[in-house]
């Protein structure tokens, strides 16, 4: 496969995990949605959409560079007055509580030495009977294509502990839920992989020669998991 092939693949599989949380967060038109990580802006888009011209979308990212992309797209898409950026460290987020029908949270927990401190904020800030949809990496699943399993084990645990702040976020996001009293949580696991002869992410990392003509692969488990806040006992 191409590099421009691998990357397409890759765009395609993760197009098909976003699309899958937007729809666990059940949205219908009038509600509020909350995007946590958006990158440049391609999920709230699509939130935009569900929400009308009655609802609201926010979205937030700690790159400054992004939001600004984020704000740029939304506007040339014309739904700029229903849809704001917001430069902000997920486990303080500007918002009261109960604020939004319904948050997202996308391979935000992996990069945090303390997710449950941004899954409270996530939680705090969605309603009542909301609902809480986050995507996470368990890269203790990744695996490395390689002749020598010892190798291919030790490279994908530096690999991972080098590049990730939490590896093991997706393996517990359903003890996360359960911990804070989620109900109706859902689990969807995913396989994603790199097949390439040229451009793996794995090998560039690993300084691993990447030109044998077979190519080389890996993968891992991307996890969904969704609940919803339980009702608020007065």
């Known amino acids: 496969m191409s590099e421009s092939g691998s990357d397409a693949a890759r765009l395609t599989l993760m197009a098909g995990l976003r699309q899958r949380s937007i729809e666990a ?18 999920g709230t888009l699509v939130l935009a ?19 600004v992309e984020a704000q740029r797209r939304a ?15 997920a486990a303080a987020l500007p918002w009261p509580d109960g604020y939004f029908d319904a948050s997202r949270s996308d391979r935000v927990l992996q990069r945090m030495l303390d997710p449950e ?14 609902r809480i949809v986050v995507i996470d990496g368990d890269w203790a699943t990744l695996s490395i294509d390689s002749d020598d399993a010892n190798t291919e084990t030790r490279r994908a645990y530096f690999l ?18 359960g911990h804070h009293g989620l109900l109706n949580i859902e689990i969807d696991v995913q396989p994603v992989f790199e097949r390439d002869t040229d451009a793996s992410w794995c090998w560039q990392q690993s300084g691993t020669a990447a030109s044998d003509a077979d190519g080389r692969f890996a993968s891992a488990n991307i996890v969904i998991v969704s609940g919803q806040k339980a009702f608020a006992i007065s």
Do not use: W
């Open 49 to 67: 959409d569900l929400v009308g011209a009655s609802g609201m979308v926010c979205g937030v990212d700690y790159d400054a560079a992004m939001i």
């Open 25 to 42: 967060m059940a949205l219908v038109p009038g509600q509020r949605a909350l995007d946590v990580g958006c990158g440049t802006g391609t």
């Open 160 to 177: 991972t502990t080098l590049k990730v702040a939490n590896p093991l976020s997706g393996q517990c996001l359903q003890r996360l839920f």
């Open 117 to 130: 401190r941004a899954f409270t904020e996530l939680l705090r800030v969605t309603r009542s009977g909301g």
């Open 75 to 89: 506007s040339i898409d014309g739904v700029d007055q229903r849809v704001s950026y917001h430069q902000a460290n």
